[in-house]
């Protein structure tokens, strides 16, 4: 039987919609993720739930985030003439461990919005992560990040 990480590598190569169920099966048996892991730049991909959000990320040409440090994060990277840059429309964002799902591991806070990212741990070059917040509706919103 696949690993969980095996399992969610898979679910990034899937063509077309996903279940979000499945994608949350594979995200709770994934393990936490340190806060030092993340700094540095990360190329961002959309597991398609539907989500409104892959829609917006798909249209500004989202690239993935830039972590610079625990407290400077830059959560909307763009391409822009073939250049990583800021969105900037997102402002900037925090790092800190906290629990979600029962696990502690690594969320990103953005500064200006009430937007959480949890990550977790599928390789050292590659992070789930899951979108919430009072902007996002019901819905979760479903991303992975890879350098």
């Given at each position: ?52 959000i892959g829609d917006t990320l798909k249209e500004i040409r ?86």
């Amino acid at each position: 039987m696949p690993s969980p990480a095996e399992q969610f590598i898979a679910l990034t190569q899937t063509q077309g919609r996903v279940d979000p169920t499945l994608i949350d099966a594979v995200y709770n048996k994934l393990g936490p993720v340190k806060p030092g892991l993340m700094l540095g730049e990360w190329g961002g991909g959309i597991l398609d739930t539907g989500h409104p959000i892959g829609d917006t990320l798909k249209e500004i040409r989202w690239l993935g985030k830039n972590f610079t440090s625990v407290e400077q994060v830059d959560p909307v990277i763009i391409d822009k003439n073939g250049q990583r840059v800021s969105w900037g429309k997102w402002g900037h964002a925090t790092l800190r461990e906290v629990l979600y799902r029962d696990v502690v591991s690594t969320a990103m806070i953005y500064d200006d919005r009430p937007v959480f990212d949890y990550f977790r741990y599928v390789n050292d070059d590659m992070v789930a992560g899951i979108m919430e917040g009072k902007e996002l509706g019901e819905s979760l919103f479903y991303f992975y990040l890879k350098r």
